[in-house]
């Protein structure tokens, strides 16, 4: 079995990536978390105190502010990292970007394999002349950021697709919603949506399990969900 480290150990995501490792063929043997945790095994208060031999590969879904060290301590470990950290800003891309430099990284702001079709199919919208187009998501009430980053990475891809520019996300929170993200394709005699929705938060931690299968394989580079899709 492969030595896995999650960083946010203790949070949600933690736990389904807990739940879900031995399905994978990993062991978890360390974490990292800012909260005390009732386990046997090693938990740490930063990555700078993860001990190297005790890891094969880093999963982060912890906070923006914690990605610049950890991409740092994969880069000088050489230990391949998946990040599904969202509301990222320049300076923590950066650092992912330069750790790539030297092990295999890979960052997406949604895990789901399904989000990962999704973001491919809205290629097919570049054949529709005179549509307008919105994108609107809708998330739990403790989610922080909005809109969510699954929706400004499709944002992105819609504007590749169309060539031109779309209104930023409407985004909705509320109640225990996992994450619903539509795109809206409006004519005027017709119209076209796309839809996905998350049943619960185990999908992003199946992704991200797939996704590490695949990274800890891969040479040094910045990697995304398409890769593991091989689309």
């Not at 938990?43 to 914690?66: H, N």
């Not at 002349?129 to 499709?154: C, M, W, Y």
């Not at 209104?167 to 919603?177: E, F, S, Y």
């Not at 929705?197 to 040094?220: C, D, E, H, S, Y």
């Amino acid at each position: 079995m492969k030595k896995l480290a999650i960083i946010g150990i203790s949070g949600r995501m933690g736990a389904e990536l807990l739940a879900l490792a031995p399905e994978f063929d990993f062991k978890v043997t360390s974490g990292v978390s800012r909260r005390s945790l009732e386990s046997t095994l090693t938990v740490v208060s930063s990555c700078e105190k993860l001990k190297p031999a005790d890891v094969d590969i880093v999963i982060d879904f912890s906070l923006p502010e914690l990605t610049k060290g950890v991409a740092e301590w994969c880069k000088a470990n050489q230990k391949p990292l998946v990040s599904g950290v969202t509301g990222l800003k320049d300076p923590e891309r950066n650092a992912l970007a330069e750790a790539a430099e030297k092990t295999p990284v890979l960052w997406a702001p949604n895990m789901s394999l399904g989000v990962a079709v999704l973001a491919r199919m809205l290629a097919k919208l570049s054949l529709l002349d005179g549509f307008d187009f919105q994108i609107e998501e809708l998330h739990h009430n403790r989610k922080k950021d909005k809109p969510s980053g699954t929706a400004v990475f499709l944002q992105e891809r819609l504007k590749e697709a169309v060539k031109a520019d779309v209104p930023d996300p409407l985004a909705i929170r509320g109640g225990g919603i996992f994450g619903i993200h539509r795109i809206w394709a409006m004519g005027e005699e017709e119209t076209l949506t796309l839809e996905h929705t998350a049943m619960n938060r185990r999908v992003f931690a199946r992704g991200a399990m797939k996704a590490a299968q695949w990274l800890i394989q891969r040479q040094p580079g910045l990697y995304k969900m398409d890769d593991v899709l091989g689309v």
